[in-house]
């Protein structure tokens, strides 16, 4: 069963955040021989909020797009040895301080290359209280 109930914390609000995560192909029920084409980190304030409502969409592939989505760092191809895929999404300072030091629920759902879609996990994600606010 994939992980329901993680927590993502130890940061402070207002900083760079990458979280890297690698989906365990049998407890998500992820077969085998598909690829991982897409994925996305969902966090939302409150878990009835609508998916446009979300208070940071990250959308990754394996194009890197580092400081601004992440991109999937293993693919989970055959190519790869069907391992489990590692992805990784980039979470700005801007991002962070939207997250605040109040619990935050999140999703991670990838898509396969045959237009599957799973949920790899999900939980609540929150920072520490900043001091300082400005950086410039």
């Not at 409502?53 to 990250?58: H, P, V, Y």
């Not at 300072?93 to 790899?120: C, E, F, M």
């Amino acid at each position: 069963m994939p992980n329901y109930n993680a927590t993502i914390s130890g940061f402070a609000v207002g900083d760079d955040l990458v979280v890297r995560r690698t989906i365990n192909r049998s407890a998500s029920n992820l077969p085998t021989g598909v690829v991982i084409a897409k994925a996305w980190m969902t966090v939302k304030e409150n878990l009835s909020d609508a998916d446009v409502d979300a208070i940071i969409t990250k959308e990754i592939t394996t194009v890197e797009d580092a400081g601004n989505n992440g991109h999937i760092e293993e693919d989970g191809s055959a190519q790869a040895g069907d391992a489990n895929p590692i992805l990784r999404f980039d979470i700005q300072a801007a991002d962070s301080r939207l997250i605040d030091a109040n619990h935050r629920y999140y999703d991670i759902q990838v898509k396969t290359d045959t237009g599957a879609v799973y949920t790899g996990e999900k939980g609540v994600i929150y920072g520490e209280s900043d001091v300082t606010i400005s950086t410039t």
